[in-house]
């Protein structure tokens, strides 16, 4: 008997791959999968919940459901994923909408929870968190031009403020083989972009032992019909010298890279259980610019960890204002039950952490809209994403922009331009952040 299944995915583009690996086992096992939940059997909703604000969105989202199940729009509801995993006794007390929960071990025991509940079974599925990745197949479901390719599952690095290695256990890389097998599969359903990622993709093959490393997986992924490769969570003190020449070589890996520091003062990133100093890092950053003068970093900071006063701080503003990344996720440090750090003396005061956030944010919008001028008059290749009705003009983005977390280029087109088309755009204007331009025929054939 075949059920209607919806899911929905919050979190990380990781948790994302669980998800769309989940509706790949429903399909399999003959239920229908559908991203509308009124009318479904089902819903699965996969949660994240290793910070505040997303354990309060998870909550809001189940609250959401259970109302639609009050309204007899949905029958029964699963929740998976990191909150399931984290607060399975709160959620058994204080969300009676739930009606089964799945662990970050269970993935693969979709099937079974959606027929367990529709049996009128309550069940709870919680393997075990540190086994063996799974390589089953995947529903994508990101635009077809791109993918992202989960390279590992769970983390060893044990950051003081971070309660991800006990929702997705230690670091466990999954097989050279079956990477290059997923990712061929890709590449021949039309993928064009594809985002390596895992919690920390440096890590890639260590504990195989045998010889695989993230140098060596894109050496051979650009063997692959993609146009761009781009690589999300480098962990700084582990980008080496061999792979730093990987990248700058293959002219597939896009030279942009997500590279976490979490802070720059020494004291604070000691206290953290980071291991990179401010030197190192500031080494790190001269390395990649003098090997790729056009790179563009993104990166992650948190603001308020205990014992950050304002001098700590201020040197954080300065060394953002000397190295000018253009790209910065800023979250304010939120206080994890389980976590190292919410236990440390000397917390700081929310509302100064809130502050705090504030300021770093506005001083990394000042950067990236500079670094947007200086965009200006130049033609860029643009991955065309589609013609935006709102807009009234075709949307993009270029190697500077990854997906969903940066700008768009906003360009005019004599002609039809298909989504999922590379072309080349001179940029006439900024906006908000996003650029603007007009395509420019016959293309350019170096980057400029
Ligand atoms: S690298 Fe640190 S912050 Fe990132 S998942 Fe691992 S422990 Fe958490």
């Not at 390279?151 to 256990?169: D, M, Y």
């Not at 597939?252 to 520091?261: A, G, Q, R, S």
């Amino acid at each position: 008997m075949g059920y209607k299944v919806a899911f929905q995915s919050l979190g990380c583009a990781k948790n994302l791959v669980n998800t769309e690996q989940m509706m790949a086992l429903c399909r399999e096992a003959g239920h229908t999968v559908t991203g509308e939940v009124e009318g479904a059997d089902v819903a699965v909703l996969n949660t994240c919940g290793f910070i505040e604000s997303a354990k309060s969105e998870a909550i809001d989202a189940i609250l959401e459901l259970g109302a639609l199940k009050q309204a007899g729009k949905l029958k029964k509801l699963l929740v998976a994923g990191c909150l399931s995993q984290r607060y399975p006794d709160e959620i058994r007390a204080d969300l009676p909408e739930v009606d089964g929960l799945l662990g970050t071990g269970s993935y693969t025991d979709v099937v079974s929870a959606v027929e367990e509940l529709m049996a009128g079974e309550r069940p709870e599925h919680f393997g075990e968190i540190a086994q063996a990745y799974d390589d089953g197949e995947r529903w994508v479901t990101t635009p077809p031009w791109t993918a992202y390719l989960k390279i590992a599952e769970g983390c060893s690095n044990g950051c003081a403020f971070c309660i991800i290695p006990k929702l997705r256990g230690r670091y466990r890389s999954r097989s050279m083989a079956a990477l290059l097998a997923e990712a061929k599969g890709l590449a021949d359903s039309g993928v064009k972009e594809l985002i390596v990622i895992a919690q920390d993709i440096t890590r890639y093959g260590l504990d195989l032992k045998d010889g695989s490393t993230l140098a060596g997986l894109l050496t051979e992924l650009c063997k692959l019909d993609f146009h761009w490769i781009r690589l999300h969570y480098l962990y700084p003190e582990a980008v080496t010298d061999e792979l730093i020449g990987v990248i700058a070589r293959e002219k597939k890996i896009v030279h942009y890279l997500d590279i976490p520091i979490q802070h720059a003062n020494d004291g604070i990133l000691k206290a953290m259980r980071r291991r990179s100093t401010k030197a190192e890092i500031e080494a790190l950053f001269a390395k990649l610019r003098a090997a790729m003068p056009d790179v563009v970093i993104r990166t992650s900071l948190i603001c308020g960890l205990p014992g950050e006063g304002e001098a700590e701080f201020e040197e954080l503003c300065e060394f953002l204002r000397a190295q000018k990344l253009q790209r910065a996720g800023v979250f304010q440090f939120s206080p994890e039950e389980g976590t190292l750090a919410a236990a440390m003396d000397n917390q700081v005061d929310p509302d100064i952490a809130e502050r705090r956030v504030e300021l770093v944010v506005d001083l990394q919008s000042r950067i990236m809209d500079e670094y947007n001028e200086q965009r200006l008059g130049t033609c860029m290749e643009v991955l065309c994403e589609g013609f935006d009705a709102e807009a009234g003009c075709y949307a993009g983005r270029t190697y500077a922009d990854s997906v969903d977390i940066d700008g768009r280029v906003l360009f005019t087109a004599a002609g039809l331009v298909p989504a999922g088309e590379f072309v080349w755009v001179r940029i006439t204007g900024v906006s908000d952040g996003d650029l603007t331009g007009e395509i420019e025929d016959g293309g350019k054939e170096e980057r400029e």
